[in-house]
């Protein structure tokens, strides 16, 4: 399994919106809730022309992608991260994890603490990525 991680670009919205609509409706505590106002899920096209979406492909297509959001113009916050249903448990959202870990503006702080790392810091988390 080959991951490419890249930009996405605008012509992918709607791909991507229908891959994260895909990822949500899984959970039954939001289903019905999502159902009833399809237009909640969305991804604004400010954050595509920022830079702002990141997609994950495999040879068959997108896989799943992350977005950011700038904080204080220092840091960035992972405001969506989306894996498509059939494909999750192989690693792809860590991988989308890593990737906005990697090219975060500043270290990212880990809550509570005061975190030295140059890489910076992310909250342990439980393993279903």
């Known amino acids: 399994m080959k991951l490419t991680i890249r930009f996405a670009l605008m012509r992918e919205r709607l791909t991507l919106i229908e891959l994260q609509r895909r990822a949500s409706l899984v959970w039954p505590d939001y289903r019905d809730a999502l159902l009833a106002n399809p237009d909640s899920i969305d991804i604004p096209v400010e954050q595509f022309r920022r830079r702002q979406v990141r997609i994950a492909e495999l040879a068959a297509g997108p896989a799943g992608f992350s977005a950011t959001l700038p904080v204080d113009g220092a840091y960035c916050e992972l405001d969506g991260l989306f894996v498509e249903p059939a494909l999750w448990r192989r690693g792809i959202g860590r991988a989308l994890i890593e990737d906005v870990a990697?090219?975060?503006?500043?270290?990212?702080?880990?809550?509570?603490?005061?975190?030295?790392?140059?890489?910076?810091?992310?909250?342990?988390?439980?393993?279903?990525?």
């Open 102 to 129: 990697a090219g975060a503006p500043a270290p990212i702080p880990q809550h509570g603490s005061d975190c030295q790392s140059p890489r910076g810091c992310v909250l342990p988390g439980p393993r279903f990525y």
